[in-house]
T-cell receptor, first 114, second 111 residues
Framework: NAGVTQTPKFQVLKTGQSMTLQCAQD?????MYWYRQDPGMGLRLIYY???????DKGEVPNGYNVSRLNKREFSLRLESAAPSQTSVYFC?????????????FGSGTRLTVV | GQQLNQSPQSMFIQEGEDVSMNCTSS?????WLWYKQDPGEGPVLLIA?????ELTSNGRLTAQFGITRKDSFLNISASIPSDVGIYFC???????????FGKGITLSVRP
């Protein structure tokens, strides 16, 4: 099925461990995004990639790094996980940036840091 | 950053009832969107509004783009159990027009 695929779906980390969240889209979209969702906070943008080869910080980038591996894949890395990074992480993509282009979201990665 | 205000945080209604929710901001936006998030899934676009005063329907859903461009409303008529979920309003912000979300309203529907 066409769309945005995120792996893993669930993960438990110990404080200080590192991990990479994977995201891939098969819609030939140029722009990709990482959001985190916390109860009562909505979705907040962590990083985005307007096109292959570019990445930029969003609203809450501290503690994260990203890599736009190719047009399809956009990964999010936690170098040293902290309990404050316990959240649900969503990847999204759009054909281009801007109001005329809708976002397609993946089904999320639920991360718990203990 | 930009702030979209959605309240209350939770709403509880009886199946068959209508429900209305709104989203407000102190800033002007040219596009308003409404998303729904089913439990365990990512958000899905319900309705997009591009013109002040615009009223758009999608089945039992009706959304309006406020005339001041600072607010939007979503109405759900004759609610059914599958309407449960989180409803977010969203706007495009910043130089590169990235999607910014409100905090969402969790809707529960009692059979």
């Amino acid at each position: 099925n066409a769309g945005v695929t995120q792996t893993p779906k669930f993960q438990v980390l110990k404080t200080g461990q590192s991990m990479t969240l994977q995201c891939a889209q098969d819609m030939n979209h140029n722009s990709m995004y990482w959001y985190r969702q916390d109860p009562g906070m909505g979705l907040r943008l962590i990083y985005y990639s307007a096109s292959e080869g570019t990445t930029d910080k969003g609203e809450v980038p501290n503690g994260y790094n990203v890599s736009r591996l190719n047009k399809r894949e956009f990964s999010l890395r936690l170098e040293s996980a902290a309990p404050s990074q316990t959240s649900v992480y969503f990847c999204a993509s759009s054909e281009w940036q801007g109001p005329l282009y809708g976002y397609t979201f993946g089904s999320g990665t639920r991360l718990t840091v203990v | 950053g930009q702030q979209l205000n959605q309240s209350p945080q939770s709403m509880f209604i009886q199946e068959g009832e209508d429900v209305s929710m709104n989203c407000t901001s102190s800033s002007i936006f040219n596009t308003w969107l409404w998303y729904k998030q089913d439990p365990g899934e990512g958000p899905v676009l319900l309705i997009a509004l591009y013109k002040a005063g615009e009223l758009t329907s999608n089945g039992r859903l009706t959304a309006q783009f406020g005339i001041t461009r600072k607010d939007s409303f979503l109405n759900i008529s004759a609610s059914i159990p599958s309407d449960v979920g989180i409803y977010f309003c969203a706007v495009y912000t910043g130089a590169n027009s990235k999607l910014t979300f409100g905090k969402g309203i969790t809707l529960s529907v009692r059979p």
